[in-house]
């Protein structure tokens, strides 16, 4: 059985990620998605709120789960039962970070391949950062998330 994790902070999760998640389901027998919860990156919603709302996105798609993990993602792998890691490649810019996530997990699991899907091109300008900055500004991001995510976003920030 082919075992794929996606891992990320999906703070919160974007049409970008939601795709990657399909793409990526269809390439294998599982895909589970894991949401880093020990973030350094001081997140807009909780582990519980980015875990909730990525199984409200996911719940049609089969062979989709999604869990939260800390420490060492390889070591989420392991416990999983998985031997791939799937990301996200938006633009150039993104090569260093992503070779660099890679060949550490390399080093520290040489079994695991890392497996990076090009964005499509009307997702590759999205990040979660875009879109926290577009709402808290009160623009407009219909059309860079999910409707599930507009949700979450407008209570985070319009508190309703
Ligand atoms: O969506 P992100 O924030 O770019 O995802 C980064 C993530 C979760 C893939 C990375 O930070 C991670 O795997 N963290 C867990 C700790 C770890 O294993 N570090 C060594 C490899 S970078």
Known sequence: ????????????????????????????????????????????????????????????????????????????LKEKNATIIVRGFRAVSDFEYELQIAQTNYSLDNNIETICLITRVEYSFLSASIVKEVAMYGGDISKMVPEETAVYMNKKYKGK
Do not use: W
């Not at 001081?42 to 999604?66: A, C, G, I, W, Y």
């Open 1 to 76: 059985m082919r075992i794929a994790v996606y891992p990320g902070s999906f703070d919160p999760t974007t049409n970008g990620h939601l795709d990657i998640i399909k793409r990526s389901a269809k390439l294998v027998d599982k895909l589970i998605v894991g949401v880093l919860k020990n973030n350094s990156k001081q997140p807009l919603f909780s582990t519980d709120e980015r875990v909730e709302l990525l199984k409200k996105l996911t719940k049609d798609m089969e062979n989709v789960e999604v869990d939260s993990f800390s420490g060492l993602l390889v070591d989420f």
